[in-house]
């Protein structure tokens, strides 16, 4: 049973390119969590999707950032125009329906490094 | 505004000793705590949780106490081995928010 996917595990971009990060959530969840990690800092909430459905995007900048899930494929996490600070690593988790959600199981990270 | 603290950036352990980890939280709408174990360059991985309806949870080496009038958990690992040596990420996440609030990490190193 394969864990959480993510690619690329590394991604360099020059400032005002875009960022496309990729996540295949393990096999029969359907919830799907990005994070974002800061150096020396803890992972911070960004958005909750479901299948063709943003839940919560709370966590998420304004401007250049967008997510999707769609029916069928990854979950992707788009990064517009970047810039120096976007560079993190970013995280993805899924969690099975129900009440199992508390119980996120992450990928291993896209490190995103903005030159 | 940080909701879940964890004040100690690293922590020191003798081989064989007891670690303890410690998290406290402001927000008292935290139903569910967690705690993560990472490596380099990998993603975290789940290692132990609470309910607030509990105060203690065991499983194998790991047990997590939460003390909710001082809103503080701790995660005690015994006897603590070299494998143990990680960033150790306390999070909290209510049933109505279904998103985990984490920790700024604690870097535990155990010594031979």
């Known amino acids: 049973n394969a864990g959480v996917m993510q690619n690329p595990r590394h991604l360099v971009r020059r400032r005002g390119q875009e960022a496309r990060l990729r996540c295949s959530p393990m096999k029969g969840h359907s919830h799907v969590y990005w994070y974002r990690q800061l150096p020396e800092e803890g992972l911070k909430f960004m958005v909750y999707l479901q299948k063709e459905n943003i839940i919560d995007e709370s966590g998420m900048p304004k401007e250049r950032f967008s997510a999707e899930f769609p029916k069928e494929g990854p979950s992707i996490l788009r990064i517009q125009q970047v810039v120096r600070g976007d560079s993190a690593a970013y995280f993805c988790?899924?969690?099975?329906?129900?009440?199992?959600?508390?119980?996120?199981?992450f990928g291993p990270g896209t490190r995103l490094t903005v030159t | 505004d940080q909701q879940v603290k964890q004040n100690s950036p690293s922590l020191s352990v003798q081989e064989g000793r007891i670690s303890i980890l410690n998290c406290d939280y402001t927000n008292s709408m935290f139903d569910y705590f967690l705690w993560y174990k990472k490596y380099p360059a990998e993603g975290p991985t789940f290692l132990i949780s609470i309910s607030s309806i509990k105060d203690k949870n065991e499983d194998g080496r790991f047990t997590v106490f939460l003390n909710k009038s001082a809103k503080h958990l701790s995660l005690h690992i015994v006897p603590s081995q070299p494998g143990d040596s990680a960033v150790y990420f306390c999070a909290a996440s209510n049933q109505g928010a279904q998103k985990l609030v984490f920790g700024q990490g604690t870097r535990l190193t155990i010594n031979p």
């Open positions: 988790a899924s969690s099975p329906p129900g009440q199992a959600f508390y119980e996120q199981y």
